[in-house]
């Protein structure tokens, strides 16, 4: 009888949907503890604003860009982007 290997191949468009289901679960609210590593954001009650963690959201940034080296992170404002 002859032999069967079995393989896994990760093709890339594979590994694309495998980063972006990262980042998803990275940006959810429920999908990770508060106290998990990888988690980008959170929320502060008390002035009702959605916290970012900046370390976490580069690292967000270098999955779906791998070249990217480390930077610092500036939010704006989308019509400040105008100006």
Known sequence: ???????VTRCDECEKMN??????QMFQWRALSRKDPLRVIDFDKET???VVDEANLMRVIQ?????QRQRRIRLRRLEEADR
Do not use: D
């Open 1 to 7: 009888m002859p032999k069967l290997n079995f393989g």
């Open 63 to 67: 999955l779906a860009n791998p070249a």
């Open 19 to 24: 980063i972006a289901m990262m980042i998803l």
């Open 48 to 50: 009702e604003e959605i």
